[in-house]
């Protein structure tokens, strides 16, 4: 396992565990209003998980199939929603990867004058954008006195420490 695989796969399952410990919480919860971020766990989610649709799709030359009506607001539709997203955007970085193109550029015509990037930097853009707003969900979870496991999606038993 390289580092690119580490990345996204350790985004993926934090992700996932997340939104696992959001499937039990009332509606009410789900959508509680805070003053910072996107303003509540779902709002976040949905930026999170969009955001992955919107990059994956630019990085593969598809544009994301999702459309804002079509989103659905509870947490077991949100897990759905990334659990199609998330293997997709692991399987794009990774042909990225295995065909040598992580340094090749392509033009962000989603910025107010178009700019060039590089797919390596998206990648790591996705999953820092991901991790950021991870720990704004773990102060939502704080504020509403909601008990996680602050490790949560970072499976040690399958990294041993001495690879060879």
């Known amino acids: 396992m390289d580092i690119l695989d580490r990345l996204v796969e350790h ?18 919860q789900w959508h509680q209003t805070f003053a910072f971020g996107q303003g509540s766990l779902y709002h976040t989610f949905d930026h999170l998980v969009g955001s992955m649709e919107h990059w994956t799709g630019v990085m593969s030359g598809v544009e994301a199939t999702v459309r804002p009506l079509e989103r659905l607001r509870s947490a077991d539709a949100m897990t759905q929603r990334f659990e199609a997203i998330s293997p997709a955007f692991i399987s794009v970085a990774r042909k ?5 193109r992580l340094g090749d ?12 990037r590089t797919f390596g930097a998206c990648i790591v ?7 950021h707003h991870r720990a704004q969900v773990l102060v939502m979870f704080d504020l ?12 040690v038993d399958e990294y041993p420490l001495d690879e060879e």
């Not at 985004?11 to 039990?24: F, K, P, S, V, Y």
């Not at 990225?96 to 040598?100: Q, S």
């Not at 853009?125 to 991790?131: D, G, I, L, R």
């Open 125 to 131: 853009h996705v999953t820092t954008h991901s991790m």
């Open 144 to 155: 509403l006195r909601i008990a996680y496991d602050p490790f949560a999606g970072y499976a």
């Open 105 to 116: 550029m392509f033009v962000d015509r989603f910025t107010a004058e178009p700019a060039l």
């Open 11 to 28: 985004d993926a399952d934090a992700t996932r565990n997340l939104l696992a410990q959001c499937a039990d919480l009332s509606d009410e």
């Open 96 to 100: 990225i990867r295995d065909e040598n």
